[in-house]
């Protein structure tokens, strides 16, 4: 046995019927069958207007039966022919005189009790089972109309159960010949025999009594749309099906506002154990929401959101779960429904936070033990449904980019922070997550292709395997990982030479190791070619001007046409903090700014390596090539910042050099500062037809004036100036070195794969 409900949609016009008749049919192959229906579309609504109508006295009641009555008696001729039309015909009009009486006899007396006000809307479902029933018996089934209003009996607005379960069996032990009984759902009589209904909406419930007395092996309710949806899909067009709930979850939904199934439905089908699907009559084959006791496991807790407005809050029946909430006229009560699976402290500060950034005020949240409730202003209604929906329902699959980490300074570190930090927000804005799968010291390394925590990074990485002798490259080899990326946070020239086999093995490569691309010209083309042969990506932004958006803005212009005429830049750290910082005899001697520099980590291990230019060189170098010019590191002309004897010698000897000439400097500085001008050490290329290239290439001290951008640099700023043929110089200045600016440009190379 099986009981199958049709709403007021699904019968409210022959070629609809048709499709329930077919529904029907093909259930009543299988199984015996009890259909329940609704009152055609807005029928109960006209009836309700009658009745009121009749009573104010207004006649204009009689022109809305008259309407009413068209209408069945299009869907009669619709559907039956000859003599099953002419019957149906009769026996609808019978039920309309009868119903002419009984709204003749309210506006008689000018006035309704609700006794005749519920009388008169039971007709509605007496008009739509009539014809259907005639319909599957024309179409030969064996076929019995019930009447619901002598089977489900009531007692003070409540289902007497005990009688209308033995009203039911004995109906059915009557007619042991019948395949498909038709019962009108919604209406019932009490036990002082007057006419009632279950409330709005209760044909689901008729069905799930009738279910209950029948011992039916399912209840399906089919409506017009695809189940119990995470939403309502007429505010939410992304809402999907929620394929299975529990009772209490569907009770919930149902209570706290969603219209798909009348509340009071979920108790007699989960006191009898039986399961209620929710199907959709427009798409059959669809699975709907099946409802039942222990639905499967889900990914997520959270199933769906409703709302209600506030001031029917104290309505939901006493046996749900209510939220100890105020709320009332002007606000809605918008509900997270859950399995209690999830965490609800986090999920209704999520739930403010979805709220806060879509710029709407909670005026209230509570929770129970399986949902999140939040109270907002009625006009806010349609906005917050979108957001926490967009929240917590439209997560979009996440893309996992794989890891492997070279390198563990202060940059590995620094991006691991953020990692931990922000990892989720990531993933969130950006549908990506980056999964460190495996990390490496110069002297240890972790592998592990499902992920290793960056919390537990630094904890693991030194009981880690030995790294040396390449180690780290040949167990990343033995893993094969989709979207793998070697991230290379060193400082190694050599491992820039196996970029190339890096790309032979599947692995892109995002890497800060400008040493890596300061490499001679061809060996730096054969990188980018590999790269581009086995369609993957090198990017390597953060070696110039680290998370400046410096060689993005260089390729943009080179790849559109515009022809570079000159790159001049300022992108030593060093030398810019230092010389920015001096002010002869106005600040610390030189060789203190110096060290100072050194200790805290921004030169290279021997700051000489930035003073002689050579940190800047490499940039140049980068530079250049990603305008499209090949430089080598012979077309620069270098002139250090100072003379020879600065270089040869052991570094304590250097700094003593530095003291030495320290009233020197302390000239050239008040000499400068009369002129108006400045010191900056620039590296550029230029336009010059008489050089190798085309370009002339310099790195050397220039004396600069307020007009330049480069005067106004402080602290270790960075500033690069592109002129190009076609457009206005671009000049790039910020904040442009640090490990941990680093670590967030390589982290948006990362988020580019
Ligand atoms: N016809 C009734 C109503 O409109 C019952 C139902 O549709 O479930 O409320
Ligand atoms: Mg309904």
Do not use: C, N, Q
């Given at each position: 046995m099986k009981v199958l409900k049709f709403g007021g949609t699904s019968v409210a016009s022959a070629p609809i019927i048709r499709k329930v008749t077919r529904i029907v049919a093909a259930a009543a192959r299988q199984e015996k069958v009890i259909l329940v229906t609704s009152a055609i579309s807005k029928c109960t609504d006209t009836l309700i207007k009658i009745g009121a109508e009749a009573a104010e006295g207004n006649s204009t009641y009689k022109a809305q039966v008259y309407s009413l009555r068209c209408i069945h008696h299009r869907i009669i001729e619709d559907l039956l022919e000859g003599s099953a039309c002419a019957e149906a015909l009769k026996e609808c009009d019978g039920t309309f005189d009868e119903l002419d009486r009984f709204a003749d006899g309210v506006f008689a007396t000018r006035a309704i009790t609700p006794e005749q006000a519920e009388a008169i809307q039971t007709f509605g479902e007496i008009f739509s089972t009539r014809i259907i029933a005639r319909k599957l018996a024309a179409d030969g089934h064996r076929v019995r109309w019930i009447d619901s209003r002598e089977i489900i009996r009531t007692e003070n607005g409540r289902v007497h159960f005990k009688l209308t379960d033995a009203n039911i069996r004995a109906t059915l032990d009557a007619h042991p010949e019948v395949d498909i009984f038709v019962a009108p759902g919604f209406i019932a009589t009490d036990l002082l025999g007057r006419r009632v209904n279950?409330?709005?909406?209760?044909s689901d419930y008729s069905a799930a009594i009738y279910a209950a007395g029948a011992h039916a092996r399912i209840v399906e309710i089919w409506t017009?749309?695809?189940?119990?949806?995470?939403?309502d899909p007429k505010v939410i067009p992304a809402a999907t099906t929620i394929p299975y709930l529990s009772y209490r979850a569907a009770r919930d939904m149902a209570e706290f506002g969603?219209?798909?199934?009348?509340?009071?439905?979920?108790a007699p089908a989960q006191k009898a154990g039986i399961p209620i699907c929710i199907l959709n009559t427009y798409d059959p084959e669809a699975q709907g929401s099946f409802i039942l006791d222990n639905p499967p496991h889900r990914s997520s807790g959270l199933l769906g959101l409703t709302s209600l407005k506030g001031e029917a809050l104290?309505?939901?029946?006493?046996s749900v779960e209510t939220p100890a909430l105020d709320a009332g006229e002007g606000e809605v009560v918008l509900g997270l429904i859950?399995?209690?699976?999830?965490?609800g402290a986090a999920v209704e500060e999520r739930m403010i936070r979805a709220l806060d950034r879509a710029?709407?005020?909670?005026?209230r949240t509570a929770r129970t033990r399986c949902n999140v409730f939040a109270v907002v202003p009625s006009e806010d209604k349609r906005d917050a449904m979108l957001a926490i929906h967009r929240r917590f329902?439209?997560?979009?699959p996440v893309k996992v980019i794989n890891a492997f980490l070279v390198g563990y300074g202060a940059v590995s570190q620094y991006f691991i922070d953020i990692l931990k930090a922000n990892g989720d927000t990531i993933a969130e804005r950006t549908g990506k997550r980056i999964r460190i799968v495996g990390v490496s010291s110069s002297k240890k390394y972790i592998l592990n292709a499902e992920g290793i925590k960056p919390e537990d990074i630094a904890t693991v990485l030194p009981y880690g395997?030995?790294?040396?002798?390449g180690a780290f490259f040949d167990a990343i080899g033995t893993l094969s990982l989709r979207n793998a990326v070697l991230l290379d946070c060193t400082n190694s020239e050599s491992i820039g030479l196996r970029y190339e086999e890096f790309f032979r093995r599947g692995l892109h490569v995002v890497s800060c190791n400008r040493r890596a691309f300061a490499v001679p010209y061809a060996r730096y083309a054969a990188m980018k070619a590999t790269a581009h042969d086995y369609g993957l990506a090198l990017k390597y932004?953060?070696?110039?001007?680290?998370?400046?958006p410096v060689l993005e803005s260089i390729s943009g212009s080179a790849y559109s046409g515009d022809e570079i005429t000159a790159i001049e830049a300022v992108v030593s750290c060093t030398l810019n903090n230092i010389i920015t910082s001096y002010d002869g005899a106005n600040t610390e001697p030189l060789g203190s700014l110096l060290k100072q520099a050194q200790d805290i980590g921004l030169?290279?291990?021997?700051p000489r390596a930035d003073l002689g230019g050579r940190d800047a060189l490499r940039k140049l170098l980068i530079l250049a090539r990603e305008a499209g010019v090949p430089l080598e590191e012979s077309d620069v002309e270098i002139t250090p910042m100072l003379g020879p004897e600065f270089f040869n010698c052991p570094i304590e000897e250097f700094y003593e050099l530095l003291a030495a000439y320290e009233p020197k400097f302390i000239a050239r500085e008040a000499e400068l500062d009369a002129l108006g001008m400045r010191q900056r050490f620039v590296a550029s290329i230029r336009r010059d037809p008489e050089a190798r290239l085309g370009y002339k290439a310099e790195i050397k001290m220039q004396l600069v004036g307020m007009?330049?951008?480069?005067?106004?640099?402080?602290?270790t700023e960075n500033v690069v100036i592109i002129r190009s043929a076609l457009s206005a110089p671009l000049v790039i200045r910020g904040a442009g070195e640090g490990a941990r600016m680093a670590a967030s440009g390589v982290l948006n190379n990362l988020l580019a794969l």
């Open positions: 279950l409330g709005r909406g209760g017009d749309v695809p189940g119990i949806m995470t939403s969603a219209k798909v199934l009348y509340p009071p439905t979920v104290s309505g939901v029946a006493e859950g399995t209690g699976e999830e965490d710029g709407i005020k909670t005026l329902f439209e997560s979009k395997h030995p790294a040396e002798g932004d953060t070696t110039v001007g680290t998370s400046l030169t290279e291990k021997d007009d330049s951008p480069f005067f106004w640099i402080s602290g």
